[in-house]
């Protein structure tokens, strides 16, 4: 049986709920399947603000950049090692990326690197969680109160993760989710942002809605909207929601499904990880995982090379992480050398990740298991 990296999950509804919005007449945003997605979300996360479902997490993250009026000359501090969405909500308005160090243990940006990047021209930090587990988030909210920035957290991996008991995005001034198909809960395409500062909600609806002021029509303040600002099209459209309605409706069955893939990797790996032979990520007690993602880090680039291609030969597909932005070509056109940030090039280099997918749970995951079992006491005899 071959073992892809990711597969879709369907869950049950999404069927009978993309009929139920293609037949109602309305597939724009911000109709009933969106806000029943929004309600559903509210009730079971009650620490979060306001919440905007868009296109993808790349749209939240722009529409973010914009609420917080990221300008020209303006600096955000954020990982290198993340996704090139992070970073293009800074440079797609004029901004300058600053890359942050990570910390090896959770792949997240180091919080105690942070502050020696402040300048006066620094107006956000932007971390992201990877593989769903949370960032420092307190620690970096401390730094950015003290300096007076602004914090948009990355949880395009995180949605229904939990830092010290609260939901990963309720804590930052803004955050952004990711609906993708390669995420726990899918909309094919889709994302959400989350809106922690009150007097930016009604500001946030503008510019969802392309500047405009639609929102006061559809709650029956007005009956014709206007260009009140400046904005875009933030939106998902109802019949997206429809799918991720079914998807968020079978969350904890999901969850409970690839919590048991965490487990299984971490019992695979635990004598590698006591032989220091390999790293994996650490949850703390802090932290609980909504179970996105798994993985090590291996003692050498041969070892972790000879793993993914003796793997892929047998149909298993695990893959490699984020290149960091830094040395990639644009980050090199922006000026930054590999060596400006050493850790982050030397684990990028290192690390992988493991096949993760909800159906994995249900078929595959034992065999999966065997295999990865006899390449790893191949690498690492006793
Ligand atoms: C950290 C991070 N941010 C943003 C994104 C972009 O998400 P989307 O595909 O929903 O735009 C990804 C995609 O995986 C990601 O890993």
């Known amino acids: 049986m071959r073992i892809p990296f990711n597969k879709v999950y369907a869950a049950n509804k999404e069927e009978q709920y993309v009929l139920e919005a293609l037949r109602s007449g309305a597939h724009c945003g ?68 600053v890359f942050c160090e990570v910390d090896p243990e959770t792949m997240n940006i180091d919080p105690n690197r942070i502050e020696e990047l402040i300048t006066e021209k620094t107006k956000m930090i932007l971390p992201i969680d990877y593989a769903g587990l949370s960032c420092e988030i307190d620690k970096i909210m401390d730094i950015a109160n003290r300096h007076n920035l602004i914090v948009m957290q990355d949880c395009a991996q995180s949605f229904g993760s939990t830092y010290k008991g609260k939901s990963c995005g309720s804590q930052a001034h803004l955050a952004a989710y990711s609906f993708h198909e390669t995420k726990n809960y899918n909309a094919g395409e889709g994302g959400g942002l989350v809106v922690n500062v ?30 009140v600002d400046k904005g875009s099209s933030y939106l998902l459209s109802d019949i997206l929601a429809a799918v991720l309605l079914a998807q968020l409706e079978s969350e904890d069955e999901i969850r409970a499904k690839r919590s048991k893939l965490t487990e299984a990797y971490f019992k695979l790996f635990d004598q590698y990880v006591k032989r220091g032979k390999v790293r994996v990520f650490q949850p703390t007690a802090d932290h609980e995982l909504n179970h996105h993602a798994f993985w090590a880090v291996f003692d050498s680039v041969e070892n972790k090379n000879h793993f993914m291609l003796t793997l892929k030969e047998k149909g298993i597909s695990a893959y490699i992480g984020y290149l960091p932005l830094h040395s990639s070509p644009m980050g090199m056109k922006l000026g930054y050398r590999p060596e400006d940030l050493p850790l982050t090039e030397e684990l990028g280099d290192l690390i992988l990740r493991m096949p993760f997918y ?25």
Not at 65 to 92: C, H, Q, W
Not at 201 to 211: N, P, S, W
Not at 362 to 381: H, R, W
């Open 30 to 97: 911000n109709h009933s399947f969106c806000n029943r997605v929004i309600d559903l979300i509210k009730n079971k996360y009650q620490d979060l603000g306001e919440i905007y479902l868009t296109p993808s997490c790349t749209a939240a993250l722009e529409m973010g950049a914009v609420l917080a009026d990221i300008s020209p000359g303006d600096e955000v501090i954020l990982p290198s090692y993340t996704f090139s969405s992070t970073v293009n909500a800074v440079i797609l308005f004029g901004a300058k990326p």
């Open 198 to 227: 009150k007097e930016w909600e009604e500001r946030a609806y503008f510019l969802q809605e392309k500047g405009t002021d639609r929102r006061l029509v559809l709650n029956g303040v007005k009956n014709k909207y206007s260009w």
């Open 358 to 382: 909800t159906d994995l749970a249900e078929s595959g995951l034992e065999q999966c298991m065997a295999e990865m079992e006899k390449v790893l006491t191949e690498m690492y005899p006793n």
